[in-house]
Nanobody
Framework: VQLQASGGGLVQAGGSLRLSCAAS????????VGWFRQTPGKEREFVAA????????YYADSVRGRFTISRDNDKNTVYLQMNSLKPEDTAVYYC???????????????WGQGTQVTVSS
């Protein structure tokens, strides 16, 4: 499974962005997908995860109610809709695929390159 994250950019606080994680390979449709983020000098942080059929989703407390993870398996794509963005959401965002939705990055087998999200105050 190869993953390509996109959709990052610069947005003002309170604004919205939608990240996409496009995948190649049939295995993606049976894979859980997670979003993580990282800022310089800090550990990678879990953001959200979805099971292969979106029947189960998890969110970090810091984003619950503002971010929504979804997927379109016909398009081999997982989305992260980010609303009410805050400056502390600024980070490089990564998507990852694995067997089951987990909050630990070590449980994911495949990672995409990151996409930068910058939220100005």
């Amino acid at each position: 499974v190869q993953l390509q994250a996109s959709g990052g950019g610069l947005v003002q606080a309170g604004g919205s962005l939608r990240l996409s994680c496009a995948a190649s390979g049939r295995a993606f449709r049976s894979s859980a997908v997670g979003w993580f983020r990282q800022t310089p000098g800090k550990e990678r942080e879990f953001v959200a995860a979805t099971s292969f059929n979106a029947g189960t989703t998890y969110y970090a407390d810091s984003v619950r109610g503002r971010f929504t993870i979804s997927r379109d398996n016909d398009k081999n794509t997982v989305y992260l809709q980010m609303n009410s963005l805050k400056p502390e959401d600024t980070a490089v965002y990564y998507c990852a695929a694995g067997v089951a939705p987990r909050t630990r990055g070590g449980n994911y087998d495949y990672w995409g390159q990151g996409t930068q999200v910058t939220v100005s105050s």
